[in-house]
């Protein structure tokens, strides 16, 4: 399609039945923010790790606008997933045998700190859940 066969009306439409769908199409709030990670946690349940999912696009988007509002409004040191983990079982006194049910073992815990291995969608879903944060932290 190009640009001067956009329809903006058609879009106009489109854009506000998409908002009204989803209930977030911007982050500023923190109530926005917890209706986006609560979108991306659906998303994450439906798409998974399939890159080729329908929806796949739409959670990428959504993970975009959850990580600029993070970024702005809670900024994260810029570190890999599992040195994000390794920060946050220290803040919360957990060893690597606390995560065995979220990560799948403690030896897929321990492959995740060490940079072997990385967290998937489900296991980044479990993570958020545990620490309250957005599962893509972990991503």
Do not use: C
Not at 78 to 91: F, I, K, N, S
């Amino acid at each position: 399609m190009k640009v001067k066969d956009f329809n903006v009306s058609s879009a106009e439409r489109a854009w506000q039945a998409f908002q009204r769908s989803i209930g977030v199409a911007a982050i500023h709030t923190p109530k926005e923010y917890e209706r986006a990670v609560a979108l991306t946690n659906r998303l994450l349940d439906v798409v998974g790790e399939d890159e080729s999912h329908p929806l796949a696009g739409l959670l990428d988007l959504v993970g975009e606008l959850v990580a600029a509002y993070e970024a702005r409004e809670q900024p994260l040191p810029d570190a890999a997933p599992g040195e994000v983990l390794r920060l946050l079982m220290e803040q919360n006194g957990l060893t690597q045998t606390d995560l065995r049910q979220e990560l799948g073992g403690q030896p897929v815990v321990s492959a995740v700190l060490n940079g072997k291995r990385t967290i998937n969608a489900r296991q980044a879903k479990a993570l958020a859940a545990r620490f309250k944060v957005s599962p893509a932290v972990f991503l």
